[in-house]
Nanobody
Framework: VQLQASGGGLVQAGGSLRLSCAASGRTFSRDAMGWFRQAPGKEHEFVGAISWRGGSTSYADSVKGRFTISRDGAKNTLYLQMNSLKPEDTAVYYC???????????????WGQGTQVTVSS
């Protein structure tokens, strides 16, 4: 499975961004697709995840109500719609694929290259 994340950028606090993650290869072998982020000097933090087949989602408390994960099966693409962005959302955002939809980094064995999101105050 190959993952290619895109859509990051610089945005003011309160603004919105939509990240995309294009998947290719043996995508049918992995049902869970997740978004993680990593701020400078910090570990990977779970943002949210979706079950590719059923569409069930889960989110970190810090983004619940502001971020929405969706997928387009025809395009094999995962999305992360981010609204009401805050400076503390600044991080490199990664998409990942795994067998189980959990919040744990170890559940995901395929990772994209990351895209930088910077939120200015």
């Amino acid at each position: 499975v190959q993952l290619q994340a895109s859509g990051g950028g610089l945005v003011q606090a309160g603004g919105s961004l939509r990240l995309s993650c294009a998947a290719s290869g043996r995508t049918f072998s992995r049902d869970a697709m997740g978004w993680f982020r990593q701020a400078p000097g910090k570990e990977h933090e779970f943002v949210g995840a979706i079950s590719w087949r059923g569409g069930s989602t889960s989110y970190a408390d810090s983004v619940k109500g502001r971020f929405t994960i969706s997928r387009d099966g025809a395009k094999n693409t995962l999305y992360l719609q981010m609204n009401s962005l805050k400076p503390e959302d600044t991080a490199v955002y990664y998409c990942a694929a795994g067998r189980l939809r959990t919040a744990g980094v170890s559940s995901y064995d395929y990772w994209g290259q990351g895209t930088q999101v910077t939120v200015s105050s």
